[in-house]
Each structure stands twice: as structure tokens, then as C-alpha cells.
């Protein structure tokens, strides 16, 4: 297949019936794949370059280094999480080895004023645990807040493709509990083990993915009409896709889309970027079609059932 992309730059500075054809587009796409290739996006180079040395470097770090920045307790979200640590397969129920990964992860950079759900203050509000590593927050910090901005613009596309008003997801985005994940795959040596995956497959649980993948790098896959079809890394451009919360959303009318990073023998070391949109804390999802399709639930207390169903 050749896979889906999304201009956002041509959306932006498009009107009338023009507008509404790229916002077809984007509804067909979403609803077919839940994934595509986004161009136009207006992100500097300079900030994914930086964050991209700021990762590649706590990585080459030592296992005993990059452990001090380790979650300060068992099923916290923020931090470095080692090799043989998740089984993302888990998720969907399958048995797996563990995926051939590691991760630093980080959180929310603010806790908003008036925030006192106990929950909340002790899960995605709980302070990221920095590296000391010269730049690396920095860095981090101000991808974070790019891709803050790059959400909110992607979702008033979305809002476009659901024939919504186009500030209609403002209010319930005005302080998400968005996480970014820096990926490290380490280079495969020899045949993996049965069933083991760079990630195994799974589903994203909130309301969009933001991924930069590693340019030119292979192994992202998505199962579309019944095959795994490979997603291109395309440099300087996003890969989008939607989460179970969103499909939720709109009542199935677009796809979670099953995904994985395939482990192959004698792999290069890959890595990405993938930021993890989820709406407010409180902030109530309910089918937008006015169905029963599901049950309204509200967006931090969704994520944090999704979490302890995997056991983390």
C-alpha cells in the first residue's frame, strides 16, 4: 500500500471548500489505517536534532548511571526503564518475551493550579527524575512543550474531520497529561527469542501518538487488512497515529490500529521519539456521535485503568 500522508501546513492555509476536502481526507485515513505520515508540521529541526543528541547521549550511558534516573518506586510512570522491563504484547493478552528495548520517560511540566485528585498527584503529575546530564532537560523540555503545540494544532484538524467546530477539543486539551518517551533499541545479535519483539504488538491507549521515528530506520509495522504493512520513516516528518481513548471518542468511527517494531537477527540499533496525547485529567469522554457506543469515562482515570491492566 502506499501509505497515507497528511500536510498540515497545506490544512492551515487552506478555507472553504478546500479545507473541507483535506478534513475528508483525514476522516477517510483515520478511519481505514488510524495512521499516517505527517508533513508540514513546522517543528524547528534545531529542537529535534537537540533532543535527539540528548537521548543518543543518556543512552550511551552506563547501565549504573542511567539507573539513577530509575522511577523511585515499582509502577512509577517517569524515568529510565531498562532492558527486559515491559512485554508490550501483555497488553492484548499474549504472552511474550520481554521487547528488546529501553526508555526515559517524562511527564506533565506543570501541575495545574487547583490539581488536588489524589490519583492524579500520585501517577502522570509525579516530577520527572532528570539525568544529570549537561542539556539534557533542556532539551527535553522544550520537545515536550513543541509537541504540546503540535497536538493541539493536530487535533483542531481532527475536530475539522469530525465536522466539529474547529476549537471544539480546546477546553478538554487546555492541560493534558501528556507523556514523551525517548526509544532505544539496541542492535540484535543473532536470532531473537520466540515471539520477541523490538515492542510486541499492541494499541495506543490516549487520544493521539506523535512519533519521530529514526530517519530511513525499519521495523515500525502496522496490521492493516489483515497484513503487517511497514510505516515508512520518512526524515524531517511525524508519524501520527490514534489511540483506543480516541476511537473511543468517536465511537469507533476511526481505528486504534494494532502496531509493533519488529525484531529481525543481526538489526542495527534504532531509536524514536514518541509523544503520548491524553486529554485532561477530568476532562469527560463521550461518544461523539451522541451514541451508547461506550460509556462516558473521564480521561485520567481511563489511562490509569489501561496502565494497571498491564500491571504497570
Given amino acids: ?52 543528541d540528548a537521548a543518543g547521549a543518556f543512552f550511551a550511558l552506563p547501565p549504573e548511571v542511567k539507573a539513577k534516573s530509575a522511577p523511585p518506586r515499582p509502577g512509577a510512570p517517569y524515568g529510565w526503564l531498562g532492558p527486559n522491563v515491559e512485554a508490550l504484547a501483555a497488553s492484548k493478552g499474549e504472552d511474550t518475551p520481554p521487547d528488546l528495548k529501553e526508555s526515559f520517560n517524562g511527564g506533565p511540566q506543570a501541575v495545574p493550579d487547583g490539581m488536588t485528585d489524589p490519583e492524579a498527584v500520585a501517577s502522570v503529575y509525579q516530577p520527572t527524575p532528570w539525568p544529570d546530564l549537561p542539556g539534557f532537560r533542556p532539551a527535553w523540555q522544550a520537545y515536550y512543550a513543541a509537541m504540546e503545540d503540535l497536538a493541539n494544532r493536530v487535533m483542531v484538524a481532527f475536530a475539522a474531520a469530525l465536522n466539529l467546530p474547529e476549537d471544539y477539543f480546546v477546553p478538554l486539551i487546555d492541560a493534558p497529561i501528556s507523556a514523551l518517551r525517548a526509544l532505544q533499541y539496541p542492535a540484535t545479535i543473532g536470532q531473537p527469542l520466540d515471539k520477541q519483539q523490538r515492542a510486541g504488538a499492541h494499541t495506543d491507549y490516549g487520544s493521539l501518538t506523535i512519533l519521530m521515528p529514526q530517519p530511513h530506520s525499519r521495523g515500525l509495522e502496522v496490521m492493516t487488512g489483515g497484513d503487517w504493512v511497514e510505516v515508512p520513516a520518512e526524515p524531517g516528518a511525524f508519524v501520527i497515529n490514534i489511540g483506543d481513548l480516541m476511537a473511543r471518542w468517536t465511537a469507533d468511527r476511526w481505528v486504534s490500529t494494532l502496531h509493533r517494531v519488529v525484531a529481525k537477527p543481526d538489526q542495527p540499533a534504532r531509536r524514536s521519539l514518541a509523544f503520548f496525547h491524553q486529554p485532561n485529567w477530568a476532562a469527560e469522554i463521550v461518544p461523539l456521535d451522541g451514541s451508547d457506543a461506550y460509556p462516558p469515562v473521564l480521561s485520567g482515570p481511563y489511562l490509569m485503568e489501561k496502565f494497571r491492566a498491564t500491571g504497570r
Avoid at 478546500?18 to 481526507?25: G, S
Avoid at 485515513?29 to 536534532?49: D, N, Q, Y
Fill in 1 to 52: 500500500m502506499q501509505f497515507p500522508v497528511f500536510d498540515l501546513a497545506a490544512f492551515e492555509a487552506s478555507e472553504g471548500e478546500a479545507r473541507q476536502a483535506l478534513a475528508r481526507t483525514l476522516d477517510t485515513i483515520l478511519g481505514e489505517t488510524g495512521f499516517l505520515v505527517l508533513r508540514g508540521h513546522g517543528v524547528p529541526e534545531a529542537l529535534t536534532e537537540a533532543v535527539w
